[in-house]
């Protein structure tokens, strides 16, 4: 990789007009994040886990649906806690590059570089603490001299806290090749949920090139 700075993103990624919805434009507004659908109010997953707790059917039917969470991640409060820990950038033809979120910038401002006409994905590794969160997606957007070249809407699904992080891998992409898909783009990435909780709002800039550049 090219000589890193310390400093950090705002955020962003990608490269494709595709757009992978798991979820209607109609429900999700990329604005501002927030589900046209009204739910009622949370309440912690600890006065869950706690009602009926001597009935047996029905603690099994709470450890079916809800899986081995952790009670250790389980706060007070109602609210979900979601922790995007890292990106991992995955290609057959190099070895694996794992940056840790907030991105940091090379000295000419890029949080990566790709090599044109290469096969590559994203993983994502995010926590999640306090309660249960539902309906986690995110949104991609990229744009290359102010035009957007990609536009991804992803619904992940619901997590319930527990310790060791979850790990999200994209689907496998190809970047555009030839002298004029080279150069600096730039990204939007966002993390919202079904209450419209924003978990990561972050924007960067990235560089396609002609090779892949010299591992760190």
């Known amino acids: 990789m090219d000589k890193e700075e310390n400093k950090e993103a705002s955020v962003s990624i990608s490269n494709n007009d595709t757009d992978t919805n798991d979820f209607e434009d ?26 009926d707790k001597d009935d047996d059917s029905l603690r099994r039917w709470k450890e079916q649906l809800l899986g081995d969470v952790d009670t250790t991640k389980l706060g007070e409060t109602a609210e979900p806690e979601v922790t995007i820990l890292n990106l991992t950038i995955l290609s057959p033809e190099r ?3 794992v940056l840790p979120i907030p991105l940091v910038l090379d000295d000419k401002g890029y949080a990566f570089s790709l090599k044109d006409g290469s096969t590559y994905s994203f993983r994502f ?5 306090n309660n249960i969160v539902s ?5 991609h957007n990229v ?3 102010g035009v957007r070249v990609e536009n991804q ?3 992940l699904g619901t997590y319930s806290p527990q ?15 030839g002298i004029f898909a080279r150069g600096s783009y730039s990204a939007k990435l966002k993390f919202v949920d079904d209450d419209g909780k924003v978990y990561l709002d972050m924007s960067y ?3 396609i090139r002609k090779d892949w550049p010299a591992s760190a």
């Open 95 to 97: 070895p694996d590059l």
């Open 26 to 51: 109609d429900d999700y507004d990329d604005d501002d994040g927030k589900h046209t659908v009204a739910l009622g109010p949370q309440v912690p997953l600890k006065d869950h886990l706690e009602l």
């Open 205 to 207: 800039c990235f560089e």
């Open 163 to 177: 310790q060791e992080p979850y790990n999200y891998e994209a689907e496998e992409d190809t970047t555009p090749s």
């Open 153 to 155: 809407k992803v619904m």
């Open 143 to 145: 744009w290359k001299t």
């Open 125 to 129: 590794s995010f926590t999640v603490s």
């Open 135 to 139: 309906g986690l997606r995110y949104t």
